[in-house]
C-alpha cells in the first residue's frame, strides 16, 4: 500500500512538472537568416474588438516589409501571442518573447493597463518595444515608442473648431478610466484657450449601459456641444439611448473616441450621423498612399473588410517606422536602433507625413476632422499637418535626461 | 479510509519538490523560471482557496478579492518605500483582514453558503468599481498613485536581507525559490493541519455541520479562523504577483479572474492541497499553450472545462487519479 | 414640476428594467432553488436573436416576440444536457453554470464576431415641456409590468403554475399523482430563461449589443434575485424597487459610479439584516 502511493505520487509529481514543463521549454530551432519579431495582441476575449483588425494589421505590415526587401536584407518573422485581453497573460507573453525568442522588437498592448503590465518587463529584461494605439500620452520611456494620437493632438484641434461651429457651452463625457480623466483634463485646457464654458463634466464607468441620468442631466443644462470620450462596447448604448430621447439636433456630438470600436457600424445610421470625430486616419482619407493602401487591404482580407480603423494604420506606421530605422542603423542592437530612431525618421504613412519626435518618442501626427455619414462611414471635413504630441513633449525629452522609465500625468 | 497521519511518503515529497525548487533555476532557461514563478503564485493562490472550501466546505467566489487586496497593499507599500518582506506580509495582512470581517458577517449571521458565494462576488465587484474609478491623478496615497484601470505600476521587486545590512533584490531564481518554498510551507502546514484536531473539526463541519455544532464545538470561530487564513494567504499571494509583474491592476477583481481560482480548484480536486497545485498548474499551463496556438478559443475551452468537471469528474483530478490507483489494483490482487 | 415627472420615468424605468432582468432568475431560482449564473448569457442570445432578424429585414417586434422562445429552448436545452444532473448540488450548479456563461460568450464572440450593426431605438420621443423622454422606455416599463403580471397570473392561477408550485413543496406527491416532476422543472427552467431572452430583447435597442452584454448585467440580477429570494413576486418586486431607486437617485444627484455602489453596498446590508431573504422581513415563516 505504502510502495503503491508512493509511486502514485511519484507519478502524480512527474506528470505536474512535465505538464508545466512541456510548453516551458518550448520549440527552438529558427531559420538562420530570419528576424523574429514578437506581437502581443488581444485575439480573443473582450477586447478583441480592437485587436483582431490590429493583428490583421501587423501581418499586413510584415507582409509588406519582407515583400519590399525586409531590414538589413533579411526577412522578419513575425510571433504572434494572444493575450486574451488579460493584463498577466501580456506580462507573461513579453518575458516570453523578449527571453525566449529573443525578438529584435516588441509591438503591441491595447488598454494603458496593458502597455503599463508589458513595460515594467521590457525595462526589466531590456527590449525595444513599440505602443501602436491611441492613449493617454505622457508615457516617458528611453525604450518606448508610442506611436499613437494623445489627447492634445486631437482635442488641440477639435475644441477650438467645434466651440466656433456649434456653440461656447460644452458638457463632457468621459470614461472612467485613465484616457478619459487626462482627456476630460486637457479638454478644459483647450476650451479656456477657446473662450468657451464647461458646463459640467461626468466620469462613466465602463460597465454603465443606462445613461438616463446623464441623458435627464444634459436636458437640464443644454450644451451646444456634447464632448463625448465614451469607450467600449457598453458606451455604445450611449449614442443611442440619445437619439432615442430626440437630443440628436438639439446639441452637437464631437468625439475623440467614437470609431475606435467600430461605432460606427455598430450603430444606425439614424443614430449616429453627424457625430464630428477627429483621429489620424479615415479610410476615406484622399490621397495616394491611402488609395493604394486600402485597395492592398481590401485585396488581402475580402472587399467586405469592416472598416479599416486608426488603429489599423498605427499599427502599420509602427512597424514601418521601426524597419526604417533598423535600416539606417544597419544593426538590430537596441542601442544603435534607438539612435536611429531618435534621429528624426519620418514616414509617408496612409495619414499623410508624419515624423517620429526624438525626445518624446511620440509621433507627429497629422489629424483630420469627420463626420458621421448615413453610410457607416465618415465624410471628411478638413485636415490638419505636422501636429506635434505638445502633451507628451511639454514634460519628456529623451534626449537630454535618457534613463526615465515613467509615465507622467499632466499637472494642471 | 482515510489516513490518520501523515505518510512518511508525503514527507519524502516536500522534501523533493523542495530540491526541485533549489535545483530548477539550475537546470532551466531564465524565462522558464520567470514563467514557472507566476504559476506557482497562482498555485499558492488555488491551495488558499482549497483550504477554506476543500477543508471547511466554505466557497468562496470572491477569492481573488482577498489576492488583489494583498497586491495592492504590497503595491502601495513598497512604492511608498516600506521594506518589500514588510510590504509582503502587510499584504496577507490585509487578505486575511478582509477575510476576516466578511467572514464574521457571513458566519455569525449564520449565512448559508450560497449567500457566502455572493457575498464574497459582491464585495470584488465593489473593489472592481471603486479601484477601477480611482484614474484620476488626485487618487494617491504617499508616492503611490492608484492609477484607476491602469492601476499601480513600477512596483519594487521583492527585496531580501538581513538586519543592518543592505537587502539585496532577488534575481528570477532568488525570487523563483523564495516562492516555491513558501508554497511547500503553506502546503506542508495546511496538510499539518489536516490530521490535527483543529482540521479534523473542520472536516466534520464540512460533512455535517448541525451535528459538529449539537456535539458542543463552536463552528462559528473555526470558520472564521480559516477563511481568515485562507485570506492572509490569498493576501501574499497577491502581494508576490505585484512583485512579480512590477504591476497590479483592478483586472485582479474581475469575475474571470475569481472564476479561474475556482475551476483550477475545481479540476485539480478539493481537498487535499496537492490537487490546487496539480488544477492551477493544468489549466494554466494549458491557457498558455491555447494562446500560443493562438487558434482556440481559450474562454470557450475553459468554461467547457468547469461544465464537464462538475458534471464528470466532480471530484477533480487527484482525488480520482488516486483513488482509481488505489482501488483498482486492489480487486486483481485480493489480499 | 415637469423635472420631476421625468426623473420619476427614470426612476420607474430603472426599476422596470431590473425586475424585467431579474424576474426570469427569480422564477428558476424561487420555484427550483438554482443559481444559474449563465442568465446574463441568456440575456444577451435574446438580444442577438433581435439582431439576427433586424439583419434579415424582419421587424423588430417579430424579434422580441420570437427571442422569448429562441432562449426558452435553448434553457431547455441547458436544463436537459446539465441542469437535470445537479438538483440537490446548488453550488455545483452555480458552477456549472458559470462555465456555461464562459463559454456562451466565447462562443458567440466566435460565431458572429465581436462587432454586430444594432438596432435603433423605436418611437420617438415624448416632450414634456422643454424635456423629452423616450417612448420607448415606457414601452419597457409597460412590458416589465405586462411580465409580471402574466408570471404571477400563470403560477396563481393557471393549471401549469399549480403543479408547478406543488412540485416545489412536495415532488413525490406529485409523482404520486401521476405527473412528472421532471417535466415541471424543466418547463420551468425554460420559462425562465425566456423571461431572460425576452428581456434582452427588449433592452437590444437601447444598448449596443455585444457578446459580454450579459455582464453588465449579471451582478444586478444575481444579487436582486438572492436578496429578494424565495419570494418569487414580492421579494423581487421589493428588491429591484429597492436597488433600482437607489442606483438612480443616486446616480441622478452625483455619478452613475455612485449609483452603482450605493446599490451593492445595500445589498450587502440587507443581507446581514435579512440573511433569509428581504421577504422575511415583513413575512413570517411559520
Known amino acids: 500500500m505504502s510502495i503503491l502511493r508512493r509511486e502514485v505520487m511519484r507519478y502524480l509529481l512527474g506528470t505536474g512538472m512535465i505538464a508545466a514543463g512541456a510548453t516551458l521549454l518550448g520549440k527552438t530551432g529558427v531559420a538562420a537568416d530570419e528576424i523574429p519579431v514578437g506581437s502581443i495582441l488581444d485575439a480573443t476575449g473582450p477586447i478583441n474588438i480592437y485587436g483582431l483588425p490590429m493583428i490583421d494589421a501587423t501581418r499586413f505590415a510584415i507582409d509588406h516589409i519582407n515583400e519590399t526587401g525586409g531590414v538589413l536584407g533579411r526577412k522578419l518573422r513575425l510571433i504572434q501571442t494572444d493575450c486574451q485581453s488579460n493584463n498577466q497573460i501580456y506580462a507573461q507573453n513579453a518575458v516570453k518573447l523578449i527571453l525566449e525568442d529573443k525578438v529584435a522588437v516588441l509591438m503591441g498592448g491595447i488598454t494603458s493597463a496593458s502597455r503599463e503590465a508589458v513595460r515594467p518587463m521590457v525595462d526589466k529584461y531590456g527590449a525595444v518595444y513599440f505602443y501602436n494605439e491611441q492613449y493617454e500620452g505622457g508615457v516617458c520611456d528611453k525604450l518606448v515608442f508610442c506611436t499613437g494620437v494623445t489627447p492634445a493632438q486631437q482635442l488641440g484641434v477639435l475644441i477650438p473648431w467645434a466651440t466656433k461651429k456649434y456653440g461656447k457651452k460644452v458638457y463632457t463625457l468621459a470614461a472612467d478610466y485613465n484616457y478619459g480623466h487626462i482627456s476630460a483634463d486637457w479638454v478644459k485646457v483647450y476650451l479656456k484657450e477657446a473662450g468657451g464654458q464647461l458646463l459640467g463634466e461626468e466620469f462613466i464607468p465602463l460597465d454603465v449601459v443606462n445613461f438616463d441620468s446623464v441623458i435627464q442631466r444634459l436636458q437640464t443644462v443644454k450644451p451646444d456641444v456634447v464632448m463625448s470620450l465614451l469607450v467600449g462596447g457598453n458606451h455604445i448604448a450611449f449614442y443611442r439611448q440619445f437619439a432615442a430621447a430626440g437630443l440628436k439636433g438639439r446639441m452637437a456630438i464631437v468625439s475623440a473616441t467614437f470609431g475606435l470600436g467600430n461605432e460606427q457600424v455598430v450603430l444606425r445610421p439614424e443614430e449616429a450621423e453627424g457625430i464630428v470625430v477627429i483621429y489620424p486616419y479615415f479610410q476615406e482619407l484622399d490621397n495616394p498612399v491611402n488609395k493604394a493602401w486600402v485597395a492592398a487591404w481590401h485585396k488581402r482580407f475580402g472587399a467586405n473588410y469592416p472598416y479599416i480603423t486608426d488603429s489599423a494604420c498605427t499599427v502599420w506606421n509602427g512597424w514601418h517606422i521601426w524597419a526604417e530605422a533598423v535600416n539606417k542603423a544597419r544593426s538590430l542592437e537596441s542601442k544603435a536602433v534607438i539612435a536611429a530612431l531618435e534621429s528624426g525618421i519620418a514616414f509617408d504613412s496612409p495619414e499623410g507625413h508624419i515624423t517620429l519626435d526624438p525626445k518624446s518618442h511620440h509621433v507627429v501626427h497629422s489629424a483630420h476632422l469627420a463626420k458621421v455619414n448615413d453610410k457607416h462611414g465618415f465624410d471628411i471635413l478638413e485636415s490638419f499637418s505636422n501636429i506635434a504630441p505638445v502633451d507628451t513633449m511639454k514634460v519628456c525629452d529623451l534626449i537630454a535626461n535618457p534613463n526615465q522609465h515613467k509615465q507622467y500625468t499632466p499637472q494642471f | ?335 | ?286
Open chain 3, 1 to 286: 414640476m415637469q423635472h420631476l415627472l421625468v426623473n420619476f420615468i427614470g426612476g420607474a424605468f430603472a426599476i422596470a428594467s431590473l425586475l424585467l432582468l431579474s424576474l426570469g432568475l427569480a422564477v428558476i431560482y424561487g420555484m427550483m432553488g438554482v443559481i444559474n449564473l449563465a442568465q446574463g448569457e441568456f440575456v444577451m442570445l435574446g438580444a442577438y436573436t433581435v439582431l439576427f432578424t433586424a439583419a434579415h429585414g424582419l421587424t423588430l417586434w417579430l424579434g422580441i416576440v420570437l427571442a422569448p422562445v429562441v432562449v426558452g429552448l435553448i434553457g431547455i436545452l441547458v436544463e436537459r444536457g446539465i441542469i437535470r444532473f445537479l438538483y440537490g448540488r446548488p453550488l455545483d450548479t452555480m458552477l456549472a453554470t458559470w462555465g456555461l456563461s464562459l463559454a456562451f460568450i466565447a462562443g458567440t464572440t466566435l460565431i458572429v464576431g465581436p462587432t454586430t450593426e444594432g438596432v435603433a431605438t423605436p418611437f420617438q420621443h415624448l416632450t414634456i415641456g422643454e424635456y423629452s423622454v423616450a417612448v420607448y422606455n415606457i414601452f419597457v416599463i409597460g412590458i416589465a409590468a405586462a411580465s409580471f403580471a402574466l408570471t404571477w397570473f400563470l403560477f396563481r392561477f393557471t393549471k401549469i403554475g399549480l403543479l408547478a408550485r406543488a412540485t416545489m413543496q412536495n415532488a413525490e406527491m406529485v409523482a404520486a399523482l401521476g405527473v412528472s416532476p421532471p417535466r415541471i422543472y424543466m418547463l420551468t427552467f425554460g420559462f425562465g430563461s425566456a423571461l431572460a431572452g425576452l428581456a434582452g430583447a427588449v433592452m437590444a435597442p437601447l444598448t449596443g449589443v455585444v457578446p459580454t452584454l450579459g455582464m453588465a448585467f449579471i451582478a444586478k440580477i444575481f444579487i436582486t434575485v438572492t436578496v429578494g429570494s424565495t419570494a418569487i413576486f414580492t421579494g423581487t418586486l421589493a428588491a429591484s424597487g429597492i436597488f433600482g431607486a437607489v442606483e438612480s437617485i443616486v446616480a441622478f444627484l452625483s455619478t452613475p459610479i455612485y449609483g452603482q455602489v450605493a446599490m451593492l453596498l445595500c445589498a450587502l446590508v440587507l443581507l446581514r439584516v435579512a440573511p433569509q431573504g428581504i421577504s422575511s422581513l415583513w413575512r413570517r415563516h411559520g
Open chain 2, 1 to 335: 479510509m482515510a489516513p490518520t497521519r501523515l505518510s512518511r511518503t508525503e514527507f519524502a515529497i516536500w522534501v523533493a519538490a523542495a530540491v526541485a525548487v533549489v535545483g530548477l533555476p539550475l537546470l532551466l532557461p531564465i524565462f522558464s523560471i520567470v514563467q514557472l514563478t507566476v504559476f506557482l503564485i497562482f498555485c499558492l493562490l488555488a491551495v488558499s482557496l482549497d483550504l477554506a472550501w476543500g477543508l471547511a466546505g466554505l466557497l468562496s467566489f470572491g477569492h481573488a478579492a482577498f489576492f488583489g487586496v494583498g497586491g495592492y497593499a504590497y503595491g502601495i507599500l513598497a512604492v511608498n518605500g516600506l521594506a518589500t518582506p514588510a510590504a509582503l506580509l502587510a499584504g496577507g495582512i490585509s487578505g486575511a483582514l478582509l477575510a476576516g470581517i466578511l467572514g464574521y458577517v457571513a458566519f455569525y449571521g449564520r449565512v448559508s453558503t450560497i449567500f457566502l458565494a455572493v457575498m464574497t462576488l459582491t464585495v470584488t465587484l465593489i473593489l472592481l468599481q471603486v479601484m477601477g474609478s480611482t484614474a484620476d491623478p488626485s487618487y494617491r496615497i504617499g508616492s503611490a498613485v492608484l492609477g484607476g484601470y491602469n492601476g499601480i505600476t513600477n512596483i519594487p521587486s521583492l527585496a531580501l536581507g538581513l538586519p543592518l545590512l543592505p537587502s539585496i533584490e532577488l534575481g528570477p531564481a532568488g525570487f523563483f525559490r523564495f516562492v516555491g518554498g513558501f508554497l511547500i510551507v503553506v502546503l506542508a502546514l495546511g496538510r499539518l493541519m489536516t490530521f490535527a484536531p483543529f482540521g479534523r473539526i473542520l472536516a466534520t463541519i464540512r460533512e455535517n455541520e448541525q451535528r459538529t455544532e449539537l456535539s458542543g464545538y463552536d463552528v462559528r470561530w473555526r470558520k472564521l479562523a480559516v477563511f481568515a487564513a485562507s485570506g492572509g494567504i490569498a493576501g501574499v499571494a497577491g502581494g508576490l504577483f505585484a512583485s512579480w509583474g512590477n504591476f497590479i491592476n483592478p483586472e485582479v477583481f474581475s469575475l474571470s479572474q475569481s472564476a479561474q481560482v475556482v475551476i483550477w480548484v475545481l479540476v485539480g480536486g478539493r481537498g487535499l492541497l496537492y490537487g490546487a497545485v496539480i488544477g492551477a498548474l493544468v489549466v494554466q499551463a494549458l491557457t498558455q499553450y491555447l494562446g500560443a496556438i493562438g487558434t482556440a478559443y481559450t474562454a470557450l475551452v475553459l468554461g467547457l472545462l468547469m461544465v464537464a468537471f462538475v458534471l464528470l469528474l466532480r471530484e477533480g483530478l487527484v482525488p480520482t487519479f488516486l483513488r482509481l490507483s488505489l482501488i483498482l489494483p486492489r480487486h486483481k490482487t485480493p489480499a
